[in-house]
């Protein structure tokens, strides 16, 4: 019973570097989610996916990009990686394109860069 | 924007005590309500959905809500140190997508 399954769960990046998330879900939700939390920040969100093909920008998009791969997959990519994104990156879904169901999370990727 | 608040805390209140937990939001039009529970390194778990105004109660916790007011609360009876974890209280955006906007969460310590 899986849930919201991310990867890796820490990475550690040197400045101007590529990575990206990767984020599944086992629980045939339509939409998916990335947000970042930083101390004092609260939750935030990156970019969200309300449905399979879908993409749309959240409250702080800039410096990254993500895909929709199918119903079950959503990843972030940092193309260049900065010292600003260094923070815990949050994947959720939810079974409701309306958003007026439960997001699930995953265990997060903690994210330093140098 | 839209606003999500909760009260800065932290919060500290003894074993057993209850502990209430208040968050005001701007969105007069919000329709579904949640809080989440977050233990220190770990990820967000719901702890209550609400939909409508008054009451809900699941075990120990009781979350009540005021559309008019624009307020929603989360109250934890017979607090227990295990409670001891940051709340964030999620409030869904109206309109036709499906976000969520949070509030920064407030901090609980409950003392044996």
């Known amino acids: 019973n899986a849930g919201v399954t991310q990867t890796p769960k820490f990475q550690v990046l040197k400045t101007g570097q590529s990575m990206t998330l990767q984020c599944a879900q086992d629980?045939?939700?339509?939409?998916m989610y990335w947000y970042r939390q930083d101390p004092g920040m609260g939750l935030r969100l990156i970019y969200y996916?309300?449905?399979?093909?879908?993409?749309d920008k959240g409250e702080v998009p800039n410096g990254y990009n993500v895909s929709r791969l199918n119903k079950r997959e959503f990843s972030l990519r940092l193309e260049s990686a900065a010292p600003s994104q260094t923070s815990v990156y949050f994947c959720a879904s939810s079974s409701s394109p309306t958003g007026d169901k439960p997001q699930h999370f995953g265990d997060g990727t903690r994210l330093s860069i140098l | 924007q839209k606003e999500v608040e909760q009260n800065s805390g932290p919060l500290s209140v003894p074993e057993g005590a209850i502990a209430s937990l208040n968050c005001t939001y701007s969105d007069r039009g919000s329709q579904s309500f949640f809080w989440y529970r977050q233990y220190s390194g770990k990820s967000p778990e719901l702890i209550m959905s609400?939909?409508?105004?008054g009451d809900k109660e699941d075990g120990r916790f009781t979350a009540q809500l005021n559309k008019a007011s624009q307020y929603v609360s989360l109250l934890i009876r017979d607090s227990q140190p295990s409670d001891s974890a940051t709340y964030l209280c999620a409030v869904r955006d109206t309109g036709a997508n499906s976000k969520l906007t949070f509030g920064k969460g407030i901090t609980l310590s409950v003392r044996p």
């Open positions: 996916s309300a449905s399979e093909g879908t993409t």
């Open positions: 609400i939909y409508s105004n």
């Open positions: 629980m045939n939700h339509n939409s």
